[in-house]
């Protein structure tokens, strides 16, 4: 059985998110989402809140399933049994880092596969950064979130 991981913080999960998980449901047996504690990063939703809103995301796809961790990625993936690990490549600004990331795992855990995959081209320059950044100044961003994400960011930053 091909079970693949999906890292990130996902703060939130934006449509460009789901459509990789989406994408990589088409090629894998099972794809979890695991949500990345990551301590250098500043986050808006807190672990749970992040792994409860994946879990709506993916209500109705039997192939997936949602999780956290801590430490580094490829230990994760081998104590999940995982032959892969899913990355989104948005542009080739992001190239740089996701093929410095894929060659350090791999030196770490050579049994362990980078898989790249590229989103639908409406979601090339979208990132939650951006979506936090809108939302913080009450900016429609019905067009890149989940409604019940939109719903979560609203109540967040007071939206009217």
Known sequence: MAKVIYPGTFDPVTNGHIDIVYRAVELFDEVIVTVARNPSKTILFSVDE?????????KDLKK?????????????ARNLNAI??????RAISDFEYEFQMALMNRKLAGEIT???LMPHAKYTYLNSTIVRNLAQFHGDISEFVPPHVFERLKKKFGYK
């Open 84 to 89: 892969g690990i899913i990355r989104g490549l």
């Open 64 to 76: 997936v399933t949602v999780d956290s961790f801590d430490g580094l990625v490829v230990d994760h």
């Open 50 to 58: 992040r792994v409860e809103m994946l879990k709506e995301s993916f």
């Open 114 to 116: 980078t898989i790249l």
